[in-house]
């Protein structure tokens, strides 16, 4: 990332909007720096992790208040399925946006567009960037600023539970047609379904889109792709899982009802993340952490692809706490934080260096993951990218409910982005 000049322009457009804005921030309005340099007053941070991060995340959140006494943060668990719209409902009514937040990587381009976010450039909040992962830096950056520090990089990968493909007497499916033929004899010898399929959230629809070498679009030329030949065949993928009993699915609580199923045992594998490591851990069929597995996501007929994910530490243009709200960044994607998160949750570090430290680079999560987000698809960075996963949605439910067929879901899909994307083909 290049700082410089343009750190000098963004440092005074950051000025400007706390001088501008009406909306109320989480931090004091007497707070920042005092005249003795020492930071005050309060930073409200919004974090997004999971029931099984949390108590992690406000334990580190709160260590910033050891380095800096003077500064109360205000920690808050906004759960993920609220947050998108949490925020920008404070941001765009003037009223109780974070000073700082975890946002999800297709969110920092939305927010920046809208005007919610400071830029980072020339802030203590991005500190020696050249130790960050090149591909985590791409969904930080909007129309030549970066608005948000890396934090956590993640991909999906298949979780299995050995002990039932052992019983069932097959190998870890590389592709989904080895999987639906394998899924007849987990049936009959174990009683376990093969597979939970997402039918419930777009973003696991991806791995099936990739696998057909097909992507959402092109935003270099600006090219809907996703109702092509590849599209269709990825709907016509879930749709036979779904139908043959090799997978099972629902409409609603996907993330719920896929984490109990595999740690109850009543499914053999599911495509997943490292946020559900430890949440897949805590289940009777994972007693024996090494029953756990972890492998490649299955290929297509062509492909094999999953997509990037992760999380980066976002300040609001409106807090009036820019200077402690700029270090509790600098903290929290610290290396030694991001030890810290890797040590506790195996989640993967954004920064180079930590991947060096020997208790991170033994982590058998890390071992599989880090060469997996290495090879990770990486989105369209895009103000409208979050938007590009709802008419996913509403096709895959209507696919797997035989409502439409796999060529009408892909029609209607490139359809709704060409209306959403005005000045795509």
Known sequence: MRRGIRGVTATALVAGLALAATACGGGDSDGGANSGGELSGTVTFWDTSNDAEKATYRKLAEGFQKEHPKVHVKYVNVPFGD????????????????????????????????????????????????????????????????????????????????????????????????????????????????????????????????????????????????????GVKAFKTIKSLVDSKAAVTDATDGQENQLRALKDGTVAMAVDGPWDIEGARAGKSFKDKKNLGVAPVPGGSTAQGSPQGGWNLSVYAGSKNLQASYAFVKYMSSAKVQQQTNEKLSLLPTRKSVYEVPAVKNNEMVKFFKPAVDGAVQRPWIAEGNSLFEPIKVQMNKVLTGSATPEQAAKATGDAYRKLLKDYK
């Not at 925020?87 to 920092?108: C, I, L, Q, Y």
């Not at 960050?132 to 890396?150: C, H, I, N």
């Not at 394998?182 to 597979?195: D, E, Q, V, W, Y």
């Open 83 to 230: 947050a998108n719209a949490k925020f920008k409902n404070a941001a765009g009514g003037n009223s109780g946006a974070p000073d700082v937040m975890r946002t999800e990587v297709a969110w920092v381009a939305d927010f920046a567009n809208l005007g919610y976010l400071a830029p980072l450039d020339g802030t203590p909040a991005l500190d020696k960037t050249d130790d960050y992962l090149p591909q985590a830096v791409g969904s930080t950056e909007f129309k030549g600023k970066t608005y948000a520090a890396p934090q956590v990089i993640d991909t999906l990968a298949l979780f299995y539970n050995k002990k039932l493909l052992k019983d069932a007497g097959v190998e870890v499916p590389r592709n989904f047609a080895e999987l639906a033929t394998a899924a007849k004899k987990i049936k009959a010898r174990t009683g376990a379904t093969a597979l939970y399929l997402r039918g419930d959230d777009p973003y696991w629809f991806l791995p099936y889109l990739y696998g057909e070498g097909g992507n959402m679009v092109d935003a270099r030329d600006k090219v809907v792709e996703i109702d092509d030949g590849a």
